[in-house]
């Protein structure tokens, strides 16, 4: 039985403007998350698409041994021509979350490593455009092709592609995220978990 969403919170916002060729990144600011490599990607996807932005959502991380800054850390990977390209907004409260999805052209999360992630339910249960990794339970969250694009999260090269795959069909790309909707709704809606946990419980107590 997997995590629940609530798809009520977390649905499509008709009424906030996308901003286009926007990318979006929001999880903890560390190493895990995958966000080194996306900060890679990005002079590929600039060179493709100049008016290309990221930007960064996330409380950072701190290495508890050397006393350092992951976002510090981060820094040295921004090339300096697309510095103002990659925006590091920091921790938002989390009912700011939802407009900042909605923002987005496309949410970018190639976590190494996840559980089963909330962050990436959250954004297929938006409706939005979606690239994450083949990682983990990568391939169990997202249908590649059909509700997103999973990449690998090991290389900035194919994290790109991946992204400029998704901007050069916004068709398609819009067609993705509508599908992951849906398939939220089926799988991950919390009205539909509860209904599977009761269900869990009866049978045992039977």
């Known amino acids: 039985i997997p995590n629940p969403i609530d798809t009520d919170l977390f649905s499509p916002k008709n009424d906030i403007s996308v901003k286009i060729n926007k990318l979006l990144f929001v999880g903890t600011i560390c190493e895990k998350k995958g966000i080194r490599q996306l900060v890679m990607a990005m002079p590929e996807i600039v060179a493709k698409y100049p008016d290309a932005t990221l ?13 350092t800054s992951y ?4 820094e040295q990977f921004i090339a300096p021509d697309i510095k103002a390209n990659v925006q590091i907004t ?42 994450g990794s083949t990682s983990g339970p990568g391939p169990e969250v997202v249908k590649h092709g059909l509700t997103g694009l999973l990449a690998d999260c090991h290389s900035p090269k ?31 809606d919390v009205k539909v978990l509860i209904n599977k946990n009761l269900q869990f419980f009866n049978s045992i107590l039977s």
Request: glycine share 4%; hydrophobic share 45%; net charge positive.
């Open 55 to 67: 930007e960064i959502v996330g409380r950072d991380w701190y290495d508890p041994i050397k006393k």
């Open 71 to 74: 976002t510090s850390y981060l």
């Open 158 to 188: 194919d994290i790109a592609n991946k992204v400029i795959e998704l901007l050069g069909d916004k068709q398609r790309a819009k067609k993705m995220g509508l599908n992951a909707r849906e398939d939220v709704l089926k799988r991950f």
């Open 90 to 131: 920091g921790a938002v409260d989390l009912v700011q979350i939802p407009k900042k999805i909605a923002e987005a052209e496309i949410c970018v999360y190639p976590s190494h490593m996840e559980a089963l992630p909330l962050a990436w339910l959250e954004v297929l249960s938006m409706a939005k455009p979606f690239v």
